[in-house]
Structure formats: structure tokens, C-alpha cells
Nanobody, 118 residues
Framework: QVQLVESGGGLVQAGGSLRLSCLASGRYAMGWFRQAPGKGREFVAAIGWSGRTTSYADSVKGRFTISRDNAKNTMYLQMDSLKPEDTAVYYC???????????????WGQGTLVTISS
């Protein structure tokens, strides 16, 4: 069973930086999603299991960087030039392949709150 533990959220002023971490119980394709108050969960960034492929939502391109350290089974999200609209609960996601046909199962972390003050 995949287990995820997130850390690194907090309160910062606009223009500041934060780094989120997600410790996984193994090596998976992983990503970050966020959910702002009163809104649905949205994609932020994703990284392949090797770390060679990444993708970003347009709203965070050039400001956020996703990375991973497979020796530590940990994924990171470096968030720079933060804006008040980045305020949300950020969720770590891991996608595990569960059979030879390629079926996958998604696991979510508990979420970590990021608050950006103006």
C-alpha cells in the first residue's frame, strides 16, 4: 500500500518562497495538486518516476519547480514568487501501476496548507 507524508506548508508573504516535500513508501510517478477555498482540486505539477519528465500547470510555470530524490523516495515542490492566488491546500499524489495491463491506482497525501498574504 502506497503511503505519502507531506510537509513544508506555511504562511509567507507574496513574493516569497516555500518548499513542499512528499515522502513516499516507494518509487512512483508523482505530482502535486491543490485546492483553494471553495474551489475544486486542480493540477499543479507532475514528475515521472525517473525524474526526467515534468509538466506544469500554466499558472505556475516559471515559478514552481518539481523535483525528486529517488534515494530518499522524496518529491519536492519549490515554489517561488508566490502570489495570494496560490493559497490552497496542496496534495501530494502517487500513481502506482497495479497489474501487467497497466492499470493504475492513485494515492493522496493528507494535504498541507499554503497561505500567501498580500
Amino acid at each position: 500500500q502506497v503511503q505519502l507524508v507531506e510537509s513544508g506548508g506555511g504562511l509567507v508573504q507574496a513574493g516569497g518562497s516555500l518548499r513542499l516535500s512528499c515522502l513516499a513508501s516507494g518509487r512512483y510517478a508523482m505530482g502535486w495538486f491543490r485546492q483553494a477555498p471553495g474551489k475544486g482540486r486542480e493540477f499543479v505539477a507532475a514528475i515521472g518516476w525517473s525524474g526526467r519528465t515534468t509538466s506544469y500547470a500554466d499558472s505556475v510555470k516559471g515559478r514552481f519547480t518539481i523535483s525528486r530524490d529517488n534515494a530518499k523516495n522524496t518529491m519536492y515542490l519549490q515554489m517561488d514568487s508566490l502570489k495570494p492566488e496560490d493559497t490552497a491546500v496542496y496534495y501530494c499524489n502517487a500513481r502506482a501501476v497495479v497489474n501487467v495491463e497497466g492499470a493504475t491506482v492513485d494515492t493522496w497525501g493528507q494535504g498541507t496548507l499554503v497561505t500567501i498574504s498580500s
